[in-house]
């Protein structure tokens, strides 16, 4: 794809290019433009503490508005990201717009933290951190209150491993989060080894949690097993209270999912929390109150 990309027409080596990849090369030419026209945004998904259902973070999610083919999932068009180079200043904007939604809320004394998905090319470009430390800066955002999320996948590479990128990461300040948990490699001595903050079990297991005893297994080992490690244990995919109030007998720490909110566009975040907390985060002059 790559290469018949940069050439400008179809490589010779390609025997056939069937009609996906045509699609994914006329998307990936088209995913330039829609960075530069701002079809490329961001929802927020709230994340709540498991005990007392406070908000104690949003998880950032990237969406592409494509003007003909409606909303393009993020499934669909990350991995074309990085494989047309696009991934970082991909990247780069949604942490920009992650970065400027936390800092309105400081500027209310309201202290929510933001979590932004990593993919595994992400760590492997050499300016990340400074990057990472620029946007910081820029947005006067203190480390403590952005989450990193990244997957079992990206950490096991050798590259990474040795490149030290996650301790880097960990000196800013920030929370190293480990996403979709149990669904990739990860050893116990590398979650030992690695400084990560946090486990997101898997929705594929919390989504069966209800019906299955099996997965509701799976999510009380995880939930032992991030304690017992000293990490804080997070689930997403939580879409009922059966789920959920077997997640916090578990002593799960933070729960998200369908039940709490789906991911929401800005504007409806603030409604969201202004019905639940009864700040209204986003008027000016409003009476503040500390969440
Ligand atoms: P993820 O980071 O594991 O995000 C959670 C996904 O689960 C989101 O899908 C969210 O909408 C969905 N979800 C949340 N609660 C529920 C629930 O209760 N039930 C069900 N069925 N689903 C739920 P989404 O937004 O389609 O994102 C899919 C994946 O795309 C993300 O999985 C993440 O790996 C990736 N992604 C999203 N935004 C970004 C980004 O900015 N950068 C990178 N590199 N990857 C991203
Ligand atoms: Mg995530
Ligand atoms: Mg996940
Ligand atoms: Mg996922």
Redesign the pocket.
């Known amino acids: 794809l790559l290469a018949a990309h940069s050439s400008g027409g179809v490589a010779t080596y390609h025997p056939v290019l069937d009609q996906q990849s045509l699609r994914r090369l006329q998307l990936g030419t088209e995913l330039e433009t829609a960075m530069a026209e701002e079809q490329i945004t961001v929802v927020f998904?709230p994340i709540v503490d498991a005990r007392t259902a406070d908000i104690v973070s949003v998880?950032?999610?990237?969406r592409w508005a494509h003007p003909r083919y409606g909303d393009i999932?993020?499934?669909d068009f990350?991995s074309l990201a990085e494989q047309i180079g696009r991934i970082g200043p991909l990247?780069d904007h949604?942490l920009d717009r992650a970065l400027d939604r936390c800092r309105r809320w400081l500027d209310q004394d309201i202290a929510i933290s933001v979590a932004?998905?990593?993919?595994a090319r992400c760590l492997s470009e050499p300016d990340l951190v400074a990057r990472v430390r620029g946007a910081l800066r820029h947005h006067g955002v203190p480390g403590e209150l952005l989450t990193l999320?990244l997957t079992e996948g990206s950490v096991v590479d050798d590259t990474v491993r040795n490149s030290n990128v996650l301790g880097e990461l960990h000196a800013l300040g920030l929370r190293l989060s480990m996403?979709?948990f149990g669904t990739g490699y990860s050893s116990l001595s590398q979650l030992r080894q690695l400084p990560i903050d946090e486990l997101k079990i898997d929705?594929s297991f919390v989504?069966g949690m209800s019906t299955s005893q099996n997965e509701s297994f799976i999510a009380r080992s995880i939930v032992e097993l991030a304690h017992n490690l000293g990490l804080r244990v997070v689930a997403?995919?939580?879409?009922d209270e059966v789920t959920r109030d077997l997640l916090a007998q578990m002593g799960c720490d933070k729960l998200?999912?369908?039940?709490v909110s789906r991911?929401l566009p800005e504007d409806r975040l603030e409604g969201w929390l202004l019905a639940r907390t009864g700040v209204r985060s986003a008027a000016p002059g409003a009476r503040h109150r500390r969440l």
Do not use: R
Request: hydrophobic share 35%; glycine share 6%.
């Open positions: 998904q998880e950032t999610l990237v999932p993020p499934d990350i990247t949604v932004v998905n990593l993919s999320e996403d979709d929705k989504l997403e995919g939580v879409e998200q999912g369908f039940l991911p």
